[in-house]
């Protein structure tokens, strides 16, 4: 073997040692900086922090092996879908927590039809979910309004409406009073209605039904008067100035011994019973004393 053989076998091994090296070297990088990206993405997945997802966004960029960098840029992709879908539900859940407070129904409207526009399906369902207890408060909170101001309408009308009595004919008065009439509106909110002589009389009935004069007002009387007396009322401009019948069952008002009024008149609302006030100069007629 000459000399020239052994330079040229030498410089020949040494090419194919620095080749080798060089491509260990350069796969060990490319491993590398797949990992270091691949490490990012997962603190990124973690924290969800914009930052995170900017660096780990440059580390994918400078990786070279093009399958890997999909793979990266397809979890990179995922992250942000996830922070995205959580920016969502931290808006979302600070308006429902607002609309948990204030019950607003304009508002129910307008934060479910917001979220009704979200294009994912899984945070749309949960914010659904955080909505449906806060929506059955606010109908339940429309229906008790329904329900007291039907209430209401039932008094107004009650106020309203004079009942059609039926007295008997040829009918005897007894005595014949005249004076000042008072009005009172006893409600009891223990027992959801009105009492008068402690019967219940129903709610915003401001009216008695009587076995002979039919349907009747009720009023109270001081105890000279037995409860179930007969009453007509007359002169009462009021009631443009017809003729009313009433029973006594109750006591009070403005009756006492100084007699400052004949009777008092139950009215279903505080705000009539104000209107009316003291109707003076009233021709009372008593046709029973008693039941």
Same mark, same amino acid.
Request: hydrophobic content about 35%; proline content about 2%.
């Given at each position: 073997?000459?000399?020239?053989?052994?330079?040229?076998?030498?410089?020949?091994?040494?090419?194919?040692?620095? #080749?080798?090296?060089?491509?260990?070297?350069? *796969?060990?990088?490319?491993?590398?900086?797949?990992? @270091?990206?691949? +490490?990012?993405?997962?603190?990124?997945?973690?924290?969800?922090?914009?930052?995170?997802?900017? !660096?780990?966004?440059?580390?994918?960029?400078?990786? #070279?092996? !093009?399958? *890997?960098? &999909?793979? =990266?840029?397809?979890?990179?992709?995922?992250? &942000? #879908?996830? $922070?995205?879908?959580?920016?969502?539900? *931290? %808006?979302?859940?600070?308006?429902?927590?607002?609309?948990?407070?204030?019950?607003?129904?304009?508002? =129910?409207?307008? $934060?479910?039809?917001?979220?009704?526009?979200?294009?994912?399906?899984?945070?749309?369902?949960?914010?659904?979910?955080? /909505?449906?207890?806060? !929506?059955?408060? /606010?109908? &339940?909170? +429309?229906?008790?309004?329904? &329900?007291?101001?039907?209430?209401?309408? +039932?008094?107004?009308?009650?106020?309203?409406?004079?009942?059609?009595?039926?007295?008997?004919?040829?009918?005897?008065? =007894?005595?014949?009073? +005249?004076?000042? /009439?008072?009005?009172?509106?006893?409600?009891?909110?223990?027992?959801?209605?009105? @009492?008068?002589?402690?019967?219940?009389?129903?709610?915003?009935? #401001?009216?008695?039904?009587?076995?002979?004069?039919?349907?009747?007002?009720? @009023?109270?009387?001081?105890?000279?008067?037995?409860?179930?007396?007969?009453?007509?009322?007359?002169? @009462?401009?009021?009631?443009?100035?017809?003729?009313?019948?009433?029973?006594?069952?109750?006591?009070?008002?403005?009756?006492? %011994?100084?007699?400052?009024?004949?009777?008092?008149?139950?009215?279903?609302?505080?705000?009539?019973?104000? %209107?009316?006030?003291?109707?003076?100069?009233?021709?009372?007629?008593?046709?029973?004393?008693?039941?």
């Amino acid at each position: 073997m000459n000399r020239r053989y052994l330079i040229a076998y030498f410089f020949f091994v040494t090419a194919i040692f620095t #080749i080798t090296y060089s491509l260990v070297r350069i *796969d060990e990088n490319i491993k590398h900086t797949y990992e @270091v990206a691949n +490490k990012k993405l997962a603190e990124a997945r973690i924290t969800m922090n914009s930052e995170d997802v900017k !660096e780990a966004e440059k580390l994918i960029d400078d990786v #070279i092996n !093009e399958n *890997d960098k &999909k793979e =990266l840029r397809k979890s990179l992709a995922e992250i &942000k #879908i996830d $922070i995205e879908k959580e920016m969502i539900k *931290d %808006k979302y859940d600070e308006k429902i927590k607002k609309l948990s407070s204030s019950l607003n129904e304009k508002d =129910l409207k307008s $934060i479910k039809s917001e979220i009704s526009k979200i294009k994912f399906d899984d945070v749309k369902s949960y914010l659904n979910k955080k /909505i449906v207890p806060i !929506e059955t408060k /606010i109908n &339940k909170k +429309k229906e008790e309004a329904k &329900k007291k101001q039907s209430s209401h309408n +039932k008094l107004v009308q009650a106020d309203k409406t004079i009942p059609k009595s039926t007295p008997p004919k040829n009918v005897k008065v =007894l005595e014949r009073l +005249k004076g000042n /009439i008072t009005a009172f509106t006893p409600y009891c909110i223990g027992c959801h209605g009105y @009492v008068a002589s402690g019967k219940f009389v129903g709610n915003g009935n #401001i009216h008695y039904h009587d076995k002979t004069y039919g349907d009747v007002y009720i @009023v109270a009387g001081d105890p000279s008067y037995p409860f179930g007396t007969i009453v007509r009322l007359k002169n @009462v401009d009021y009631f443009g100035g017809r003729e009313i019948y009433a029973i006594v069952l109750d006591r009070g008002g403005a009756i006492g %011994k100084n007699r400052r009024a004949l009777f008092d008149l139950l009215f279903a609302l505080e705000s009539n019973a104000n %209107k009316f006030g003291v109707r003076r100069n009233v021709t009372c007629e008593i046709l029973r004393k008693g039941y």
